[in-house]
């Protein structure tokens, strides 16, 4: 399956299949250096499919391979120092494509490599877990700082994402349930016959863990990521809307050090509990929460916390002013909304939440 973006120039392929990776000997003709820069878990995971990579580059190129954590701890400033003077030691050149093998953090961070280094080089996502469907395709790019999550980085395409389905069979359940929050995000937006259908695919943690029909979703979901991102690239407008869960999520992330994609759900939850308390939606609490139990999230994260840190690092998050946040809303399935949400309604879902869940 291939799909091609349709932004008015600079347009690239999604190619998503098995063995995808083969792809790779003819992207990668034009370029005198190659850089693979690798997650290390991906590489003892599967030595077999590194090195199909690694063996698409010729014998007249200057390939060079770098290995990464596949954790937050590689987007840092000290990794992407130590990558960037590596690779500048090595002399490459602005013909240069780096090639990122990973999940999203190996995207988000070889991508931000990428856009900087010499004022920008090509680079290719490869992707290797679910949850990288949505991160490498979009163009977002960047590292952490102290202060918070992906708070330096670029706008920045990939010249192609090659999404090899292979890769996908040696994820544990923690990762599949990680990345499947994003899909299931892609599903809420799409609106309620989406929502009925992923949950009838997965309706349980056995069902998700099969993986079967999961490439389906995932290709609906990179095309409703697609649809917003073409026409709102840089988050003036509708691009926001993917941002759902991620408010709150991103904040019990950093907070509880989970996994992103189950901080994400949590976050989707969160924003029902604040969507029925400010919009008077009337959204079946107890449903998610027992749909998002029989997938195994660990609601039980939001019992381990106090509203203030979680508030004061939502604060940090974007666009937020000292009363309150900008956060997205379902005023129902498949119609978000940006909301500004004082504090006083915040810390009441919260209450709320925990109240739910104890
Ligand atoms: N750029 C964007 O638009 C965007 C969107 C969403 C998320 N993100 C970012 O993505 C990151 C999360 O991505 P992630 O969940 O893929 O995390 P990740 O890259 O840390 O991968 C998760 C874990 O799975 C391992 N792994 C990866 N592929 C594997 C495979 N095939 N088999 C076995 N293990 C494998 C990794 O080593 C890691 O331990 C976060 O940093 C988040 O901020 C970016």
Redesign the pocket.
């Given at each position: 399956m291939e799909l091609m973006t349709t932004y008015k120039s600079n347009n690239y392929p999604i190619i998503i299949k098995n063995n995808a990776i083969t792809e790779l000997t003819e992207l990668l003709k034009p370029y005198r250096d190659v850089v693979f820069i690798v997650?290390k878990?991906?590489e003892f995971?599967?030595p077999e499919k590194i090195q199909q990579a690694l063996s698409s580059t010729s014998s007249e190129q200057f390939t060079h391979i770098l290995k990464v954590e596949?954790?937050?701890t590689t987007?840092t400033f000290a990794v992407y120092q130590h990558i960037i003077e590596e690779l500048l030691e090595q002399s490459i050149t602005r013909n240069t494509c780096i090639i990122a093998i990973?999940?999203?953090?190996?995207?988000?961070f070889a991508g931000f490599v990428a856009a900087t280094i010499l004022r920008g080089v090509d680079f290719i996502q490869v992707p290797?877990?679910i949850?990288?469907h949505?991160?490498s395709v979009?163009g977002?790019?960047g590292i952490n700082t102290p202060q918070g999550?992906?708070l330096v980085g670029a706008f920045y395409r990939p010249t192609a994402v090659l999404y090899d389905l292979d890769?996908?069979n040696?994820?544990?359940y923690t990762?599949i349930s990680?990345?499947y929050a994003?899909v299931y995000k892609h599903a809420l937006l799409n609106g309620e016959e989406a929502q009925l259908e992923i949950e009838t695919a997965f309706p349980d943690k056995k069902a998700l863990e099969s993986l079967v029909s999961l490439d389906k979703f995932l290709l609906k979901g990179i095309q409703t990521k697609l649809n917003i991102v073409i026409e709102d690239e840089h988050e003036q407008g509708k691009r926001k809307f993917l941002n759902l869960g991620h408010t709150f999520g991103h904040a019990i992330e950093y907070n509880q050090k989970i996994?992103?994609?189950h901080a994400v759900m949590i976050g989707i939850l969160y924003q029902f509990m604040v969507a029925n308390e400010l919009l008077n939606t009337q959204f079946d609490i107890m449903h998610y929460i027992n749909y998002f139990k029989n997938l195994d999230y660990p609601l039980e994260k939001v019992l381990d916390t106090n509203f203030e840190p979680l508030l004061a690092l939502m604060s940090k998050d974007k666009k937020n002013d000292k009363s309150g946040i900008q956060m997205v809303l379902l005023k129902e399935i498949g119609k978000p909304k940006v909301i500004h949400v004082n504090n006083e309604v915040l810390e009441k879902s919260f209450a709320t939440l925990q109240n739910y869940l104890k």
């Open positions: 997650d878990n991906v995971a599967l596949g954790n937050e987007k990973g999940g999203g953090v190996t995207g988000d290797t877990t949850l990288a949505d991160s979009g977002k790019v999550k992906n890769f996908l040696t994820l544990p990762e990680s990345g994003e996994p992103h994609g």
